[in-house]
Every structure is written in C-alpha cells, then in structure tokens.
C-alpha cells in the first residue's frame, strides 16, 4: 500500500488541524495505519493508531484527549484531528501501515512522505 499524508501547516498555539493520510490500494482495509511524528533532533515517535476496522484505537500519553484517529476505509483515508495544539506538537508527522497494531516505528515498512505541523506560540 502506498500513502501519503497531507494537512499540515503552520498555527498557533490552541488551534487545531486535521491530517489525513491517503492510501492507494483496495485492500487498505487489512491495514492497521499508525501517525508517527519526529521532531527536530528526536526520534520518531508514536502518536496514535487505528485498527483496521477502526473499532479500536490507541494513542500515545502525551496526545490523549487532544488528538483523536479515525478512518474511512470507503475513501482509503485515516485523519488525525488535532486540537489545543501546543508548541511541543511542532514536529513532521507521518503515516505508516501494517498487517497487526504496533507502536514501535521500527516495525512498519510503509511509510507516507510526511507532513510538517509547526505550532507558534
């Protein structure tokens, strides 16, 4: 599966944005999708994930309650709707998709190119 994340942009702190990650491929639905952000000088992280039905989703400490996943899988798409957004959140995020839920980046092998959010305070 191919995909490609979109959405970012520049806001200021307490404003929100939602990213959506487009997927090619019928058989998007067999994929758990995972939105991953690094900022500069960091690791990749986890942030959120979505299972392949969308009936169940994860999301890391640092996003719980402000950020929240979801999917379509009649139009390939996952969001990540991101509200109260705060410097911190500044990072690239991305997209990636496998067969079963991990958090651990190092386990996907399909990545989108990424989408840049910067928060000004």
């Known amino acids: 599966v191919q995909l490609q994340a979109s959405g970012g942009g520049l806001v200021q702190a307490g404003g929100s944005l939602r990213l959506s990650c487009a997927a090619s491929?019928?058989?998007?639905?067999?994929?758990?999708v995972g939105w991953f952000r690094q900022a500069p000088g960091k690791e990749r992280e986890f942030v959120a994930a979505?299972?392949?039905?969308?009936?169940?989703?994860y999301y890391a400490d640092s996003v719980k309650g402000q950020f929240t996943i979801s999917r379509d899988n009649a139009k390939n798409t996952v969001y990540l709707q991101m509200n109260s957004l705060k410097p911190e959140d500044t990072a690239v995020y991305y997209c990636?998709?496998?067969?079963?839920?991990?958090?651990?980046?190092?386990?996907?092998?399909?990545w989108g190119q990424g989408t840049l959010v910067t928060v000004s305070s």
């Open positions: 990636a998709a496998r067969f079963t839920l991990a958090t651990d980046p190092n386990l996907y092998n399909n």
């Open positions: 979505i299972t392949r039905s969308g009936d169940s989703t």
């Open positions: 491929g019928r058989t998007f639905s067999r994929y758990v």
